[in-house]
Each structure stands twice: as C-alpha cells, then as structure tokens.
Nanobody, 122 residues
C-alpha cells in the first residue's frame, strides 16, 4: 500500500497545522495508522496512532496538543497539531500497521509514506 502524507509547512510557535494521510489500497480504517517524526540527527519517534476501531493514542510529548483522527468518508487520517513548539520541527511520516495491536516502534509498521516537513519558528 502507498501512503501519501501532506500538510506540512512553516508555522510560528503557538500556531497550528493539520497533516493528512491517505492510502492507495484498502481503506485507512483497515490499518492502524501511526504518525512518526524525525528531527535532524535524531531517531524516528512515535507521535500518535489510531486503531481500526478508532481508538487513539498519543505520545506524552504531544498529549493535549496533537490529535489524531480519521474521516472514513474521505478515507483520510489526520494529525491536528496545536500549540506548536520549535522542538516539534521534524519530518512527519504516516505509516500503516496490519496487526491488530498498537505499536509505538517504527519497526512495527509495514508501510510508510514520504515525509512532510513541519518547521516551527520561534
């Protein structure tokens, strides 16, 4: 399956962005869709995920600021980001996992989209 992530850009600290992720095969509700990010010279880290049933999970670093959701009619998963901080600057990736259980490890995901760059200026 091919994943297409979009919506990145340049935003000032305190601002908001919404990232989108669409899948080319099967509906996004078939997969656990995870969002990860990778800043320069850092490891790829888990941000948030949404399960097949619609349960959502978020990393402690983004809880209360980022929300993952799914629009089944548009077959798209979103990552709504509020109160952005300079340390949120990274390439953001969406990924699909075919297993039923959640994973916060990049190794737990089968398919990856290309990254979309989020830059938060101070």
């Amino acid at each position: 399956v091919q994943l297409q992530a979009s919506g990145g850009g340049l935003v000032q600290a305190g601002g908001s962005l919404r990232l989108s992720c669409a899948a080319s095969e099967r509906t996004v509700s078939y997969w656990i869709i995870g969002w990860f990010r990778q800043a320069p010279r850092k490891e790829r880290e888990f941000v948030a995920a949404i399960s097949r049933s619609g349960d959502t999970y978020a990393a402690d670093s983004v809880k209360g600021r980022f929300t993952v959701s799914r629009d089944n009619a548009k077959d798209t998963v979103y990552l709504q980001m509020h109160s952005l901080k300079p340390e949120d600057t990274a390439a953001y990736y969406c990924a699909a996992r075919g297993m039923l259980s959640l994973s916060t490890s990049p190794n737990g995901y089968d398919y990856w989209g290309q990254g979309t760059l989020v830059t938060v200026s101070s």
